[in-house]
């Protein structure tokens, strides 16, 4: 399901239409699952970008939570080389100095000499004033902007999280911040975490309902009994290391799509494991104990299965079709036995070698149509 | 058991790993011992501190960890131990907003994380917060203030490679509305420590119980190490104790 979330993101946009955005939830007690959730998608989406199959020319990281670092070197594990990163990834850092305190240090400490803080790397940029949207905004599209291509380029946008953003931000202005992020025409696609359980119930529904996608991470056991006391060591350990990722895709039409496979961490790599074999197990142990037999035996499947249907052609050198009652078939190939203008009594099934039985069939008059699902009438012209 | 130092259960479940260790405790089960075996550790391995108090004035942990065999006195002379007493560390009172009290606050802990950095003992430099309820009642109440304050620290975690401890009040933060402190320490620790009663009822030999949860990154190798742990423990004058349960008479 992953793969289907990050081929959305990689396909873009399509012309009228505003761009895939899809939101990543989680909550405490699968945290760390949930924001290894987040580089995964970012890292496998970026070398989508790197490839050139995407539709977006490079991917733009606003990083609150994470320091610019971490996304780097995930990125590096999954194959990227410093190349790609620096022709395709741009990171708006966030995270080391959201409020320009450390800027107002060193500006206090050379007196107003304002030497710019430089980053030794060249795709991560310092933002400091975080509580002002509309200036993250223009910062974005900048960074979007720069990406090198042809023609209409395209990039896409992460924000890692929106749970920090809205410590210093309303609900209103971040959602008009990722609403116009989405109808901006340069960009293709879009995603972003949030920690569902840090706010209200309404907000991370109101963040919802401006996604196409939602890719909800759930413990995959859940206490019925209470929360976190210490008796469910086990329950604990085993949602640390294992999860539910639960993907909801909207489609154009209104259509609501479920998906859902487990997500580990193996060694310090976030992996996907689309055969959930723990339902399958359910499923088999559901059906019910019951003292008749439900399974056929092999013997009876295969009698079964030779069992020939009187509407097929039976052996007479012509293929065998099935008239599904949706399309007709052409004048000639129709049996004749059935569109002869005379009256049929009886039709044989042709005897081919073998001893099988006949199907008698008398038709009750000539007001009979042959078999057929199609409107009688449908040739008047009423 | 064997004395605090190697080999005991609380090293043992923490790993080496963790730069955010969270402690929670409460009223019934004070969590401060893990707090002293914390800073012990970050002092005897040849590392430096900054210690910010509100809880308790500097003898009080002077003597307290004297009774364990560390010279909190010395350390501050040497200049390993950076004591800031907060209990007076005003919200208005003096100039500027509290905003810019944080910040002077953070500087002079970014300074000495560099110092500790380009100096010659370049150790492990740990920042300890005892604890992070009573920052938000300095705060006057103001949680934004402190959790930008925690962040920076978080953030220095991460850049100048040192340590973050932070004790918080679990009770307090009880209801459902007032919960955001707490959840956000929660969600930055990679390492979660909780004091807790026993859930049997009191025992004259136990204490209490700890389980630490072991949140790790994925920066770490060690993929199949034990997450959650949960044993009791019995403080002591010099130290604590820690068995698993029914492993003591």
Same mark, same amino acid.
């Given at each position: 399901?992953?793969?289907?979330?990050?081929?959305?993101?990689?396909?873009?946009?399509?012309?009228?239409?505003?761009?895939?955005?899809?939101?990543?939830?989680?909550?405490?007690?699968?945290?760390?699952?949930?924001?290894?959730?987040?580089?995964?998608?970012?890292?496998?989406?970026?070398? @989508?970008?790197?490839?050139?199959?995407?539709?977006?020319?490079?991917?733009?990281?606003?990083?609150?939570?994470?320091?610019?670092?971490?996304?780097?070197?995930?990125?590096?594990?999954?194959?990227?080389?410093?190349?790609?990163?620096?022709?395709?990834?741009?990171?708006?850092?966030?995270?080391?100095?959201?409020?320009?305190?450390?800027?107002?240090?060193?500006?206090?400490?050379?007196?107003?000499?304002?030497?710019?803080?430089?980053?030794? +790397?060249?795709?991560?940029?310092?933002?400091?004033?975080?509580?002002?949207? #509309?200036?993250?905004?223009?910062? #974005?599209?900048?960074?979007?902007?720069?990406?090198?291509?042809?023609?209409?380029?395209?990039?896409?946008?992460?924000?890692?999280?929106?749970?920090?953003?809205?410590?210093?931000?309303?609900?209103?202005?971040?959602?008009?911040?990722?609403?116009?992020?989405?109808?901006?025409?340069?960009?293709?696609?879009?995603?972003?975490?949030?920690?569902?359980?840090?706010?209200?119930? +309404?907000?991370?529904?109101?963040?919802?309902?401006?996604?196409?996608?939602?890719?909800?991470?759930?413990?995959?056991?859940?206490?019925?009994?209470?929360?976190?006391?210490?008796?469910?060591?086990?329950?604990?350990?085993?949602?640390?290391?294992?999860?539910?990722?639960?993907?909801?895709?909207?489609?154009?039409?209104?259509?609501?799509?479920?998906?859902?496979?487990?997500?580990?961490?193996?060694?310090?790599?976030?992996?996907?494991?689309?055969?959930?074999?723990?339902?399958?197990?359910?499923? @088999?142990?559901?059906?019910?104990?019951?003292?008749?037999?439900?399974?056929?035996?092999? +013997?009876?499947?295969?009698?079964?299965?030779?069992?020939?249907?009187?509407?097929?052609? @039976?052996?007479?050198?012509?293929?065998?079709?099935?008239?599904?009652?949706?399309?007709?078939?052409?004048?000639? @190939?129709?049996?004749?036995?059935? #569109?002869?203008?005379?009256?049929?009594?009886?039709? +044989?099934?042709?005897?081919?070698? #073998?001893?099988?039985?006949?199907?008698?069939?008398?038709?009750?008059?000539?007001?009979?149509?042959?078999?057929?699902?199609?409107?009688?009438?449908?040739?008047?012209?009423? | 058991?064997?004395?605090?130092?190697?080999?005991?259960?609380?090293?043992?479940?923490?790993?080496?790993?963790? %730069?955010?260790?969270?402690?929670?405790?409460?009223?019934?089960?004070?969590?401060?011992?893990?707090?002293?075996?914390?800073?012990?550790?970050?002092?005897?391995?040849?590392?430096?501190?900054?210690?910010?108090?509100?809880?308790?004035? *500097?003898?009080?942990?002077? %003597?307290?960890?004297?009774?364990?065999?560390?010279?909190?006195?010395?350390?501050?002379?040497?200049?390993?131990?950076?004591?800031?007493?907060?209990?007076?560390?005003?919200?208005?009172?003096?100039?500027?907003?509290?905003?810019?009290? *944080?910040?002077?606050?953070?500087?002079?802990?970014?300074?000495?994380?560099?110092?500790?950095?380009?100096?010659?003992?370049?150790?492990?430099?740990?920042?300890?917060?005892?604890?992070?309820?009573?920052?938000?009642?300095?705060?006057?109440?103001?949680?934004?203030?402190?959790?930008?304050?925690?962040?920076?620290?978080?953030?220095?975690?991460?850049?100048?490679?040192?340590?973050?401890?932070?004790?918080?009040?679990?009770?307090?933060?009880?209801?459902?509305?007032?919960?955001?402190?707490?959840?956000?320490? %929660?969600?930055?620790?990679?390492?979660?420590?909780?004091?807790?009663?026993?859930?049997?009822?009191?025992?004259?030999?136990?204490?209490?119980?700890?389980?630490?949860?072991?949140?790790?990154? *994925?920066?770490?190798?060690?993929?199949?190490?034990?997450?959650?742990?949960?044993?009791?423990?019995?403080?002591?004058?010099?130290?604590?104790? *820690?068995?698993?349960?029914?492993? %003591?008479?």
């Amino acid at each position: 399901m992953a793969e289907a979330v990050v081929r959305c993101l990689r396909d873009g946009r399509l012309d009228g239409e505003h761009a895939p955005a899809l939101a990543v939830e989680g909550s405490l007690q699968c945290c760390s699952l949930a924001a290894g959730a987040m580089l995964h998608i970012a890292a496998a989406f970026a070398s @989508q970008v790197a490839a050139g199959k995407a539709q977006a020319r490079g991917l733009v990281v606003v990083a609150f939570d994470r320091s610019p670092q971490v996304y780097l070197e995930f990125m590096q594990r999954r194959g990227l080389d410093a190349n790609a990163l620096n022709r395709c990834v741009r990171i708006l850092d966030c995270y080391s100095d959201p409020l320009g305190w450390k800027q107002k240090i060193q500006n206090q400490q050379h007196q107003g000499n304002s030497a710019k803080l430089s980053t030794n +790397k060249e795709n991560i940029t310092v933002y400091r004033s975080v509580k002002d949207v #509309t200036k993250l905004l223009s910062f #974005t599209t900048e960074l979007g902007g720069d990406f090198e291509g042809e023609g209409k380029k395209y990039f896409s946008v992460a924000v890692d999280s929106i749970s920090s953003m809205l410590r210093h931000a309303s609900v209103p202005s971040i959602s008009g911040l990722l609403s116009n992020l989405r109808s901006h025409e340069q960009v293709s696609s879009i995603f972003w975490m949030i920690r569902s359980d840090l706010h209200e119930p +309404k907000v991370p529904r109101a963040f919802e309902c401006l996604s196409t996608m939602v890719a909800c991470v759930e413990p995959a056991l859940v206490d019925p009994v209470c929360g976190e006391s210490p008796g469910n060591m086990s329950i604990l350990e085993q949602n640390y290391s294992k999860v539910k990722f639960i993907v909801r895709l909207k489609r154009r039409n209104g259509r609501v799509k479920h998906l859902y496979e487990d997500l580990y961490i193996d060694g310090n790599d976030i992996k996907f494991d689309s055969a959930p074999s723990v339902s399958i197990e359910v499923n @088999q142990s559901l059906v019910p104990k019951v003292q008749f037999n439900l399974e056929l035996s092999e +013997k009876e499947r295969s009698d079964r299965a030779n069992v020939v249907l009187p509407f097929e052609h @039976q052996g007479n050198g012509e293929p065998i079709r099935i008239y599904d009652g949706r399309r007709s078939l052409p004048e000639a @190939q129709r049996d004749p036995n059935l #569109t002869a203008p005379a009256l049929v009594d009886e039709m +044989k099934a042709p005897k081919s070698g #073998t001893a099988k039985g006949e199907i008698h069939y008398f038709r009750d008059s000539d007001d009979e149509q042959p078999d057929s699902d199609e409107d009688p009438d449908d040739d008047l012209d009423i | 058991m064997e004395e605090y130092g190697g080999g005991d259960l609380l090293s043992e479940a923490m790993g080496s790993a963790a %730069r955010v260790v969270v402690v929670e405790d409460c009223v019934e089960a004070p969590g401060a011992f893990v707090l002293h075996l914390l800073l012990k550790r970050a002092l005897a391995s040849g590392g430096a501190a900054a210690f910010l108090a509100l809880a308790q004035p *500097f003898s009080h942990y002077d %003597r307290v960890l004297r009774k364990m065999g560390c010279n909190l006195s010395l350390h501050r002379r040497n200049e390993r131990l950076h004591f800031f007493e907060l209990l007076g560390f005003p919200g208005g009172a003096r100039e500027g907003t509290i905003a810019d009290r *944080f910040v002077q606050l953070y500087n002079e802990i970014q300074r000495l994380v560099e110092a500790n950095r380009t100096g010659e003992n370049a150790g492990q430099f740990t920042v300890i917060i005892d604890d992070a309820s009573l920052l938000e009642i300095v705060a006057l109440g103001s949680v934004n203030d402190v959790l930008d304050f925690l962040h920076y620290c978080f953030a220095l975690t991460s850049e100048m490679n040192c340590t973050l401890v932070v004790l918080i009040h679990e009770d307090i933060y009880a209801d459902e509305e007032n919960i955001g402190l707490l959840l956000h320490l %929660r969600y930055i620790a990679d390492l979660v420590i909780k004091a807790a009663p026993l859930s049997t009822g009191l025992a004259a030999d136990v204490h209490g119980q700890l389980s630490v949860v072991n949140k790790g990154t *994925f920066g770490e190798q060690r993929a199949k190490a034990q997450k959650v742990w949960n044993f009791h423990f019995k403080v002591k004058e010099n130290g604590a104790d *820690f068995f698993y349960p029914g492993t %003591r008479h």
